[in-house]
């Protein structure tokens, strides 16, 4: 009788045991999950430019460079809108954001190139270059969600088929943005 009740109860315990117990080792995501998650509140850097205001409420592509973009910074400009094209009909959900972080203005022929890239001030850019003591944030390609949130940093010279990966499966699951 002791063993048919244990063997009806193994389950119970051992989905106690899992759920509260056993921590997954490893994620699904290709960019590093930023924790805490750094506001930069981009829509209060210029309120009153409607492509600014337009971030609010989307997944927002983020670069990081100087105004006179050499070819690093054109290569990410690229992927980035590569990148938000690839998503389909989701990709009204997703924009892309600059922040120019030496003061400059970005000549005319390349904006025309990559229209739709919001420029951004650099009243935000003091708060990454704390965040990333260790590296440069032009290094780097990040994600800000829908709130406002800084949450992920994708790796230098990144795979843009899994940083693909990565935003559609956020679309997927997410009812934000």
């Known amino acids: 009788m002791f063993l048919l009740a244990l063997l009806c109860a193994a389950p119970v315990i051992a989905s106690y045991f899992l759920y ?70 989701e990709m009204d959900r997703i924009a892309r954001a600059w922040l120019v972080d030496d003061g400059g203005v970005p000549g005319q022929p390349l904006m025309g190139e990559y229209q739709g890239t919001v420029l951004l001030s650099p009243s935000i850019a003091p708060r990454l270059s704390e965040m990333l003591k260790d590296r440069s944030p032009r290094d780097h390609l990040f994600l800000i969600d ?6 992920m940093r994708f790796p230098k010279d990144p795979d843009m088929t899994k940083v693909r990966k990565d935003l559609g499966h956020l679309l997927q699951v997410s009812r934000i943005g």
């Not at 080792?25 to 924790?35: F, P, V």
């Not at 829908?146 to 949450?151: D, K, R, S, Y």
């Open 20 to 89: 509260f117990a056993w921590k997954p080792a490893g994620t699904r995501n290709y960019g590093e999950l930023i924790a805490p998650a750094v506001v930069p509140e981009i829509a209060a850097a210029d309120p009153s430019r409607p492509d600014v205001a337009g971030l609010k409420g989307k997944w927002v592509l983020l670069s990081v460079d100087g105004a006179e973009c050499g070819d690093a910074c054109r290569t990410k400009l690229w992927q980035m809108r590569q990148v938000r094209l690839t998503q389909g009909k």
């Open 146 to 151: 829908p709130l406002g949130n800084l949450m």
